[in-house]
């Protein structure tokens, strides 16, 4: 796009996202993490379908059309044609996409004989938290470009699985080609999708550098280069935004934004999210497995300073998982209102003196929770007035999410970003006895009778019927307070003003395939 | 002068064995399983079990261990990072010319302000600037570093918004690491835009360089005052001021030689305080270098990159002063004023 | 014996007078000891002047600037932090961390750097040179390097400062006390004691360290000022002291997040730090001249 007249050497076409962590692997089906998934779904991958938050419709990707039977069971796709996918320095495609790959990709998160399905440390932990190997029965390849998913059970959250960040079509010739050079680990580092752009370098602590796929099957992609640069720190963030060292700046902190004002070049892109902080008991350590002790700690956190404090009053209280945004949900009665007295008076019935807790608080900003720790400050306050000694533990994210799996630990302060518009992602995947299992569950609370309702609200394809269960879940919660939500967060990025066409969506990864960028310097 | 260099050699060796003593013995402490903080490989498989215990004779007596651990380590081989499983040697030859890059800046900065201003203190007469001098170099000496870096970072980043504040280079040059250090490698880029990078790379080295570069101006000041005042006095220049040679003459010719000898031996003892500030100040303004992955190593509890860090730097700094010792013995000018005492 | 003891004693004094009239003629080095006095004293009031606790949150005064400030407050002198807390009772309460655990560090390494060194300066040959080797290696780690390897080993936190920093000084103490015994241990007056048929305790004692002084008490000033420097480096990259201690380094760590919006709460904890470290230097600076007149 620079005119080549030009005789001052200018800065090469690009843009440049300061990302806030290292991604913990290129490969989102092994991840639930929004840092990973922002670095890889819509940049590298695509999925069979997406849905389009606008029109609240599926919308074509990988698959071009798709059919249900009768009986809900079985799901039919027709594959797009031609599609390619990136070339680098271990794999040059021989052939188009196809079947094939649909059928690897899935393959490898449902069956353990898979020569994939054990590579990687992190197993599929989305996929296992809303049991999806029990769902799928088997995946049938009818020709070179048409798959039918056969499900064991109907399941109206299906389509919307498939459409979440994590669904990504991996290349089975690249596996091909890595099991055989005996390098099969390769596959989730020096990644290979079909997405708008392809992996270029990756180097720890500081930056991933994307290249745009020449042969990207779908709409023009204008950015010819793309970097996140790794970021931790939400300061350096901001000022790197300032100085012009980045173009777009993930997560800032609610209280920069009345900071943004005075600089004259930056704006902000805000939606509001699909998200809810809480947080989590261990229920099955004592005292959390008592059910009065957990009501005594949710009535002892004052919300409201949480909300000035930490969020600046930009987000919404919560009162229960799901946000006003979803469409499930409804204004209900919150059990556990601030309430120190009520909170000393439960300990007491418990018989539960000189508490001491730990509170596991993350270390990163999340959309969800700009600042877990500064919370876990404010309720380490709210405990002590009732008597509560509360320790706060941090580490570095892929510490904490590997001690947090290890560790007996008392409570987390944690949340959720949805993957997707279903109001089921709201409670499967992070409370189910499956979630359990897949160790996203932090609550660690399994309920036969809460499953169940789930189970009831999936077999239901209207909305107005599923509804009900969804309220159901919610009381549930609010009764036996495994969890004790806290916020819904607005989802904020900062840009300068060159770029346009950036769109927030209420949940999954940030995309960078439409964003546009006037030259601050083409005047004419 | 051979037996001085071969003793120097001798105490290089064993100092350097005693670090890595120091290091095997802390690596037994770390809270994990021993051969995990050795190899840093997270799910082993057999195999891979067998060769670490091999490489590392864990079944074998502390001492075969540890002389297993100095093979290893010596030869480059510092296992994979926890974090990112990736070859712990291959990142620490990313980082390490970053900081030296850094280093060389401040340190240059330093000696080409510090020196001249050094000077001008010992041979001004103006009592008032002299005390000046002297608050300015006591402040610098006891400003804390990230203080410093952070009010530079706020002023000359943000607010007049003059200067990049972090990282090294604008990330949208795609510099080819030939070298690691930035200002060369943009230099040899072919890419046509190679100078412009070259210019956005001295722009983001600034601030940190500046703020680096505090702690061993604030001493190079100070000493080469001391020492040109006392050099002053000396009964060679009181000589060479008799023979009517003029003040600059002797000042460049008989005084700052000597002079900057102490400045020599002071820059050799500051370097550990020098390592410990490059750290804070690279964590501070995003620098890519070893100080700032190893922080985040720590961090992430990356048993191997600490290792590999504290061993690199460490090696650096023991190598560095004992050759600057070695320098200041080459050209002491007592050893000197001794043959000319004898004469 | 006895009778040496006596004149001994009165000589010291006169040397003492001596130094304490060259200091205070010294304005510099005057004011940085008055500061360091009302530190001491800070230190020992702060229960009773500091008018809130360090933690104690106030939700309704978040970031208020300090009182100067047109939207300040008198109430909170130095303003808040972004969770409300009056910075001026947190620096108050963090003198004691900062400045206090400096003085704990240093003595405590003091203590055993004295032992170690003084014994090792009195030895002679291969014994005293591997001695000094070990402590070479030691001294060659940089401080924070030091700490970084004890809090791999410990963890971060309060406690563990005072073991990196710590282990981190000791061999200093080592160092200059080994080699000024040792240089002592050349001179004639040594060896006339020896002659005299002193033992080595009588002569370490009586001989050696009252020439050792001078060294020891500029070493201390300066280790002071960089355990105050350390301990605030290691806050600061939260390897030390932890949220919500009022530790200095550890305040500006707190306030990082808050660095363009409030830069008041990294500015006064910086001040604070530099305040401290500007006039013990001030004192050291004033003791090395009163000691070491010629050099300076």
């Known amino acids: ?524 | 002068m051979w037996q001085y260099f071969f003793r120097r050699i001798n105490l290089f060796l064993a100092t350097s064995i005693l670090l890595l003593l120091v290091l095997y013995i802390a690596t037994g402490l770390f809270p994990v399983d021993k051969s995990f903080a050795l190899s840093g490989i997270a799910t082993p498989s057999t195999e891979q079990q067998l060769q670490i215990n091999q490489t590392y004779q864990l079944q074998q007596s502390a001492f075969k261990q540890f002389i297993a651990y100095i093979q290893q380590r010596l030869s480059g081989d510092f296992g994979v990072s926890i974090n990112s499983q990736q070859a712990v040697a291959g990142e620490l030859t990313r980082v390490l010319p970053a900081s030296l890059e850094l280093a060389f800046v401040a340190g240059l900065i330093a000696i080409a302000f510090g020196v001249p201003l050094g000077v001008f203190a010992a041979l001004t007469q103006n009592v008032f600037l002299q005390r000046l001098i002297l608050a300015i170099t006591l402040t610098g000496y006891s400003v804390p570093v990230f203080w410093l870096g952070l009010s530079l970072l706020l002023w000359f980043g943000v607010n007049l918004n003059w200067l990049p504040t972090s990282g090294q280079i604008n990330l949208l040059y795609d510099i080819d690491s030939v070298t690691g250090v930035m200002l060369i490698d943009t230099l040899l880029s072919a890419k046509p835009y190679s100078f412009a990078a070259f210019q956005d790379a001295v722009l983001h080295l600034i601030l940190p360089a500046v703020t680096l570069a505090v702690l061993p101006f604030t001493i190079v000041t100070r000493i080469t005052r001391q020492a040109l005042t006392n050099v002053m006095e000396q009964s060679y220049i009181r000589a060479a001021e008799a023979r009517g040679l003029g003040t600059s003459k002797i000042l460049f010719r008989h005084g700052l030689p000597n002079a900057l000898v102490p400045v020599l031996k002071s820059i050799g003892l500051m370097l550990g305080t020098f390592a410990s500030y490059g750290i804070v100040v690279e964590v501070i303004f995003s620098w890519p270098g070893v100080g700032n992955w190893l922080i985040s190593g720590i961090y992430q509890r990356d048993y191997t990159v600490i290792q590999a860090g504290i061993l690199s730097v460490s090696l650096l700094i023991i190598s560095l002063s004992i050759f600057i010792e070695m320098l200041h013995t080459a050209i002491n000018p007592v050893s000197r004023k001794e043959l000319y005492a004898s004469k | 014996m006895h009778l040496n003891n006596i004149h001994y004693e009165e000589k010291k004094a006169t040397h003492l007078r001596r130094i304490w009239q060259t200091f205070i003629d010294n304005p510099l080095a005057l004011v940085g000891l008055w500061a360091i006095a009302c530190l001491i004293l800070l230190t020992l009031l702060t229960p009773f002047i500091a008018p809130f606790s360090p933690e104690a949150q106030n939700s309704q005064a978040i970031l208020m600037p300090p009182s100067w400030h047109e939207h300040g407050s008198v109430e909170y002198f130095f303003g808040t932090d972004d969770l409300g807390r009056d910075i001026f009772s947190r620096i108050l309460h963090g003198v004691q961390l900062t400045f206090g655990m400096s003085l704990v560090i240093v003595f405590a390494a003091l203590f055993i750097g004295f032992i170690i060194g003084a014994i090792s300066g009195m030895m002679t040959g291969l014994k005293s040179s591997i001695l000094g080797h070990l402590f070479d290696a030691l001294l060659s780690i940089p401080s924070l390097l030091m700490a970084i390897l004890v809090v791999a080993v410990i963890g971060p936190g309060l406690t563990n400062v005072f073991w990196a920093v710590g282990i981190a000084m000791v061999p200093q103490f080592i160092r200059a006390i080994h080699q000024a015994v040792h240089e002592e241990l050349q001179k004639d007056y040594v060896t006339a004691a020896k002659l005299d048929g002193a033992n080595s305790l009588q002569i370490f004692w009586y001989v050696i360290m009252p020439n050792v002084w001078d060294i020891l008490i500029i070493q201390v000033t300066m280790a002071i000022s960089a355990a105050i420097l350390d301990i605030a480096a290691l806050g600061f990259l939260k390897l030390g002291a932890q949220a919500p201690s009022p530790e200095w380094g550890a305040m500006m760590a707190q306030g990082l997040d808050n660095l363009l919006l409030a830069p008041w709460t990294i500015t006064i904890p910086g001040v604070a730090i530099l305040i401290t470290v500007l006039s013990i230097n001030l004192v050291g600076d004033g003791l090395r001249s009163a000691l070491v007149p010629k050099r300076n």
């Open chain 1, 1 to 524: 796009m620079l005119s080549s007249g030009c005789s001052e050497p200018q800065l090469p076409s690009g843009l440049v996202y300061c990302s806030e962590g290292n991604p913990e692997s290129f490969n989102p089906q092994q991840v639930t993490s929004g840092t990973t998934i922002d670095a890889t779904s819509h940049q590298l991958y695509n999925r069979l379908i997406d849905y389009d938050p606008e029109t609240k419709q599926f919308a074509p990707q990988l698959a071009t059309q798709w059919s249900i039977s009768e009986d809900g069971l079985s799901y039919k796709f027709e594959l797009r044609q031609h599609v390619t996918f990136h070339n680098s320095h271990l794999f040059t495609p021989t052939r188009f996409f196809n079947a094939d790959d649909v059928l690897f990709s899935f393959n490898r998160i449902i069956d353990p004989n898979n020569a994939y399905h054990h590579v990687g440390r992190n197993g599929y932990p989305y996929f296992q938290s809303i049991n999806f190997s029990q769902l799928i029965s088997s995946i049938e390849k009818v020709n070179e470009f048409e798959v039918i998913f056969h499900l064991n059970h109907k399941d109206a959250s299906f389509m919307f699985n498939l459409a979440t960040d994590f669904a990504v079509i991996l290349s089975k010739e690249y596996a091909d080609n890595l099991l055989l050079a005996g390098t099969p680990e390769d596959i989730d580092y020096f990644a290979i999708g079909t997405g708008p752009f392809k992996l270029h370098q990756y180097v720890k602590n500081d930056h991933i550098r994307y290249h745009r796929h020449t042969s990207y099957w779908g709409p023009k992609v204008d950015t010819q280069q793309l970097v996140f640069d790794i970021t931790p720190n939400s300061t350096s963030r901001f000022t790197k935004l300032i100085t012009g060292d980045c173009n777009v700046s993930a997560l800032p902190r609610p209280a920069e934004l009345s900071v943004i004002t005075t600089q004259p070049n930056i704006r902000v892109v805000k939606n509001p999210g699909l998200n809810v902080a809480f947080w989590a008991f261990n229920t099955q350590k004592p005292p959390f497995n008592d059910l009065r002790v957990r009501q005594a700690l949710a009535h002892a956190i004052n919300k409201k300073k949480i909300l000035s404090v930490v969020y600046n009053n930009s987000a919404v209280e919560a009162s229960g998982v799901l946000p006003p945004a979803s469409w499930a949900y409804s204004k209900h009665f919150d059990n556990n209102e601030y309430d120190p007295q009520k909170a000393k008076a439960l300990l007491k019935k418990a018989h539960v003196t000189d508490l001491s807790i730990d509170i596991w608080a993350m270390p990163v900003a999340r959309t969800y929770n700009p600042n877990a720790i500064k919370m876990a400050e404010l309720i380490q306050e709210d405990l002590a007035n009732i008597g509560v000694k509360a320790n706060i533990i941090s580490y570095d994210w892929s510490v904490f999410t590997q001690k947090l799996a290890k560790t007996d630990y008392d409570s987390v302060l944690i949340g959720w970003n949805a993957d997707n518009n279903d109001p089921d992602n709201f409670f499967t995947p992070i409370l189910s006895c499956s979630a359990l299992a897949s160790k996203n569950n932090y609550s660690r609370w399994c309920n036969i009778g809460f499953d169940h309702i789930l189970a009831k609200a999936r077999e239901q394809t209207e909305q107005f019927k599923r509804q009900p269960y969804f309220q159901a879940a919610e009381a549930m919660i609010s009764n036996q307070v495994p969890i004790v939500p806290i916020a819904h967060a607005q989802k904020v990025v900062l840009k300068d003003k060159s770029i346009t066409n950036l769109h927030v969506r209420p949940y999954g990864g940030i995309s960078f395939a439409q964003t546009t960028q006037t030259s601050t310097k083409d005047k004419q």
